[in-house]
């Protein structure tokens, strides 16, 4: 994440000055190179430094929203902006099961692989080089990808304005679109960094989240934690995960034609009762029903969440015209990527604390831990409106 932060906004840069399909290409060589050298890792410094240098050298997020953005009439942008975050979230799934499955498998398939092979000897050598052989078929894959940069013609500003604001919103993208320092007008483009904004704090949520879920379901009873065991775990993502990707393709863009904003807004409100209850079900369930109800209330968040990132793409997109997209991207990755960066810590700080308060009067353990994740998401809820949030759209 320190990594990508660094050089995020460079790539965006360069996918609006050389096109996006090469910076995709570097991406991919990139993940093939690094990523089996990672599992290559004798020592943890060379672990870390090649980490490093495949956050340094992955330039795609950006570029990739921009793309999807361009291949597809305006009409579809929700649509294909839609399938980018659910391919997100279905790596999210295959990837912690190919770790699963194929890390050390000199000692759980000892009939296939030998202690003495290259897989006993760098017992995470082999689910490294699988996600690098998909990462050389998606490279593969590239020579078929169509450049989208300057594809389409005639830029125009939506002038249907409602408000005051949004008046300020059109003249700022227009400034972005014919100014000469294209880069920092970016900065005073509000539509955009508020979308960024929106963007990042539901993002550091989501990590925050996602770091208390795993820690607290397996923790014991008796400190507020479900007792999971880890199976029970990758059960509960697997099907959580998979889920809300199906609801994204064939039902979201339905809703999302209404009012994006608006729909940020009700996953949000929704958010907070759905939180609000997990601390409590140590207390009121076990067995089958508490099974039931973790991956039915997982299931929702995670829809939650990814509909809303969705929406924040589309903001970020529409907020800018195509000769800075990728440079929007890469800003918005930069930000999104330090706020990602620093939820584990916060969410781990918090939840030690809340194990030491079990007896405390107000908001005892594990309830504390949810709380505060409500407040990131009450924050967000507020800078959905006035004067935080404007929407800005620029047609093309």
């Known amino acids: 994440m320190a990594g990508r932060a660094l050089t995020s906004v460079i790539w965006g840069m360069v996918a609006d000055k050389h096109g996006r399909k090469q910076v995709i290409v570097i991406t991919l060589i990139a993940i093939v190179m690094f990523n089996t050298l990672f599992g290559l890792s004798s020592k943890y410094w ?76 760098f017992p995470y050598f082999l689910p490294s080089l699988s996600v690098s052989f998909l990462a050389f078929i998606a490279l593969i894959s590239c020579f078929w990808l169509t450049e989208t940069l300057h594809k389409h013609t005639g830029d125009v500003a939506d002038n249907s304005i409602e408000t005051v604001e949004d ?31 929106l963007y990042s704090i539901f993002s550091l949520e989501d990590v925050a989240y996602s770091e208390v879920f795993s820690l607290w379901v397996v923790s014991d009873r008796r400190y507020g934690g479900l007792g999971f065991s880890t199976t029970d775990v990758g059960n509960v993502l697997a099907i959580s995960g998979s889920l809300p990707h199906v609801i994204q393709i064939f039902i979201y863009p339905s809703v999302a034609k209404l009012a994006p904003i608006t729909l940020v807004r009700t996953t949000a409100i929704l958010t907070v009762p759905l939180l609000s209850i997990y601390a409590i079900l140590p207390a009121v369930l076990s067995g089958f029903p508490l099974h039931l109800v973790v991956n039915c209330a997982s299931f929702l968040k995670n829809a939650f969440t990814v509909s809303s990132i969705t929406v924040f793409n589309i903001l970020i997109n529409d907020a800018v015209t195509q000769d800075v997209r990728g440079q929007a991207n890469g800003i918005a990755v930069t930000i999104m990527s330090i706020a990602k960066a620093i939820a584990p810590a916060a969410a781990g700080i918090i939840f030690s604390w809340a194990q030491k308060r079990q007896k405390a009067s107000f908001l005892p353990g594990d309830h504390l831990v949810f709380f505060m994740l409500n407040v990131v998401t009450v924050t967000g809820l507020v800078f959905t409106f006035r004067p935080f949030f404007v929407r800005g759209t620029m047609n093309h």
């Open 46 to 121: 060379m672990a870390i430094f090649t980490r490093a240098l495949l956050g340094l050298l992955s330039g795609m997020l950006g570029p990739i929203k921009a793309y999807a953005t361009e291949a597809c009439r305006k009409e579809y942008n929700h649509l294909a902006l839609a399938i980018i975050s659910s391919s997100r979230g279905i790596g999210l799934v295959v990837g912690p099961a190919i770790g699963g499955y194929l890390s050390q498998p000199a000692d759980k398939y000892p009939g296939i692989f030998s202690k003495k092979s290259i897989f006993g000897r």
């Open 167 to 197: 008046s300020l919103a059109s003249t700022d993208a227009q400034e972005t679109r014919h100014g000469g320092s294209g880069f920092l007008q970016l900065f005073k483009n509000w539509p955009l960094m508020s979308a960024i904004i």
